[in-house]
């Protein structure tokens, strides 16, 4: 059978199938259905370094083959992350991997040293989609410079691999990632959410209580595979492909764009057990098409 | 919670749009309690990506039974599905209601009656009395749940056209007698629980509201479905669906 384990900078995955921040909560929601450790990793949710209360309510649109999402990035921040739901996956035997929001760089900073002592993390994901209060509220993942800025920071302090979040609302995605790059990154995560927004025409008012919103799921695909495979030709860092992937064909198309790993958020909402499905269809397509290794898939595009 | 493939035995199509699915599941019988919703997958493709959310309307021996209104794109795929068909199913979900050792006061609005009825039965079946109070627009509304008689000791239904019974709100009928020192559970439209919230302050009494709000995961994971409350915002899904009245902050719909 084909060798499936990847890696991402020096963190061995056994497959590369993961879940996406903020959509696998911290951990232990989804224990009811099967294991996490039968993930290649948990990416957990979103922390910040104090809690967050979030957006008003409603948070949750469902737009065509796809959905937009406002929470505002609610969680319990750093503290409660350390005390409660860290130590809720001490017995829980799998890949797990924070991902970091701030306001401002000293935050990331902050949370990537309070996070070298945690013991069941296996890296760092950076989330520079956040807005960057001190410039302005822009996303610091929109200036190349920002995104190498909070890179090097979090670099220079972290003991643990890291991975930077890139957002896809930028018009050069190829300048950010080669910025991650530059500031040390073991690898990039792409993409996030795109900013969209759904209008309820009977009522005249937006759907969402926040009036924008991110989209998620099948719909945004085409552009996160095109983004993916930009990225791939301007980097050398291993990329983490994600956007609407429900399918073990979906995640194909990512691999052969050139990413390492995938993750999938909105499927797993549809069923918590794509995952496990796109494992072994993954499987049959390396058995299928007689190869080795998952790596002689990734970046396989014919021209 | 489980995910299961499950077997449709009966389906069964009423006036107004409603429709009731049953479904074999003894994993999910065997946990379900009144007021605990399943989380329903509508589609093979990818569309519509969420699940529909569907409150446990009643259980037997080995059977799941729901009963909802089609609205939307998601009811009415769920509608199209047949006798021997399998459904994929997660549940069952949330927190239920709380049994209070009393006679019962039960006020459902529209598809609120579902999971108003499972509680209902297991009321009576715990020998309290249970005075169901059912509000619907007209007579045709009211036909999807016929046999309301069985999980009430005492039937008011109300109609906004007077249709058939009382004219009125359901919670016009809420007062001093009716009231009395019965214990208060209700599920329905928000402006219908934002009035009957409102009504119940003023007496100095509380109830137990079946919420419902947009879900993505259905499990607690992503606060999609928040809804504010004295102790900030919590999830309909994990926290919820049942919540205390006096605990609810502000109706999403700004009732
Ligand atoms: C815990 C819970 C239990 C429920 N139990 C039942 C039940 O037993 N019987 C029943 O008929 N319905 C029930 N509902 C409501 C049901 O989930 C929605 O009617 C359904 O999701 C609508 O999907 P749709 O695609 O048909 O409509 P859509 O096209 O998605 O929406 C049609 C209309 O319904 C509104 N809506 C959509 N989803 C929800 C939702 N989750 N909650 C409230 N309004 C919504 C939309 O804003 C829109 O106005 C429950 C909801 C929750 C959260
Ligand atoms: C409800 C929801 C919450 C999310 N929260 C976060 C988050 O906290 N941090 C983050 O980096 N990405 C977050 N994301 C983005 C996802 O991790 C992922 O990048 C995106 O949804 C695209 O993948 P998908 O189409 O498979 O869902 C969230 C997405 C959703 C749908
Ligand atoms: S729907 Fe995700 S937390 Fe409730």
Redesign the pocket.
């Not at chain 2, 529909?52 to 409150?55: N, T, V, Y």
């Not at chain 2, 729901?66 to 009415?76: C, P």
């Given at each position: 059978m084909a060798d499936i384990n990847v890696k991402i900078g020096p963190l061995v995955l056994k497959n590369p199938v993961t879940v996406a921040s903020g959509t696998y909560g911290y951990g232990t929601e989804f224990l009811d259905f099967y294991p996490p450790c039968e993930l290649g990793a948990v990416f957990l949710k979103g922390i910040t370094l104090k809690p967050r209360a979030g957006n008003k309510p409603p948070r949750i649109a469902?737009t065509p083959a796809g959905m937009l999402n406002a929470i505002g990035l609610q969680n319990v921040g750093l503290e409660d992350f350390l005390k409660i739901k860290l130590p809720a996956l001490n017995n829980v035997p799998g890949v797990f991997i924070a991902n970091i929001s701030g306001d401002c760089v000293e935050e990331f900073v902050q949370i990537a040293q309070a996070l070298n002592d945690a013991p069941n993390l296996a890296a760092l994901e950076v989330n520079v989609s956040c807005p960057n209060l001190q410039q302005g509220g822009m996303a610091f993942g929109v200036s190349a410079q920002a995104t190498e800025e909070i890179t090097q920071a979090v670099r220079n302090v972290s003991r643990l691999p890291v991975i930077v979040k890139l957002s896809p609302n930028v018009t050069n995605i190829c300048e950010i990632a080669r910025a991650a790059e530059a500031g040390g990154a073991d690898a990039v995560s792409l993409v996030n959410t795109f900013l969209g927004m759904a209008i309820d025409v009977e009522k005249r008012r937006p759907m969402l209580g926040n009036f924008t919103g991110g989209l998620s799921g099948p719909a945004i695909r085409p552009i996160a595979v095109r983004m993916v495979w930009q990225t791939s030709k301007a980097v050398k860092i291993p990329i983490l492909g994600m956007g609407g992937i429900r399918t073990a064909r979906d995640a194909i198309e990512f691999f052969l764009a050139g990413a390492t790993a995938i993750s999938m958020g909105t499927a797993v909402f549809q069923d918590p057990s794509a995952p496990l499905k796109i494992i072994k269809g993954i499987k049959k397509y390396l058995a299928a098409h007689k190869h080795h290794s998952i790596y002689e898939i990734i970046g396989a595009l014919e021209a | 919670m489980k995910q299961v493939l499950a077997r449709i035995i009966d389906v069964n199509f009423f006036e107004s749009d409603y429709v009731s699915l049953t479904f074999k599941s003894p994993e999910i019988v065997a946990e379900a309690q009144p007021g605990q919703?399943v989380n329903i997958r509508v589609s093979e493709g990818p569309h519509?990506i969420l699940r529909?959310?569907?409150?446990i309307?009643d259980a037997d021996e080995e059977a799941v039974c729901?009963?909802?209104?089609?609205?939307?794109?998601?009811?009415?795929l769920l509608s199209e599905v047949r006798k021997g068909d399998y459904l994929d199913v997660i549940g069952p979900i949330g927190h239920p209601f709380k049994i209070e050792p009393a006679p019962a006061l039960l006020v459902a609005g529209g598809?609120g009656i579902?999971p108003l009825h499972f509680l209902g039965r297991r009321l009576r079946e715990s020998g309290f009395d249970v005075h169901l109070i059912y509000g619907v627009r007209t007579r045709k509304e009211a036909v999807a749940a016929i046999d309301l008689v069985r999980v009430s000791t005492r039937l008011t239904i109300v109609t906004e056209d007077g249709s058939l019974g009382e004219r009125g709100l359901a919670t016009d009928f809420i007062n001093k007698k009716t009231l009395g020192d019965r214990a208060v559970y209700a599920c329905g439209p928000e402006p219908m629980l934002a009035a009957l919230q409102t009504k119940l302050a003023a007496m100095g009494k509380s109830a137990q509201f079946s919420l419902?709000?947009?879900?993505a995961c259905g499990a607690g994971a992503c606060q999609g479905c928040a809804i504010a409350t004295q102790s900030g915002y919590q999830r309909?899904c994990a926290d919820g669906?049942v919540f205390d009245s006096d605990k609810i902050l502000k109706w999403s719909d700004g009732a």
């Open positions: 469902e | 919703f519509p529909r959310p569907i409150s309307f729901i009963l909802f209104k089609v609205v939307g794109e998601g009811t009415r598809a579902a419902e709000s947009r879900m309909v669906p």
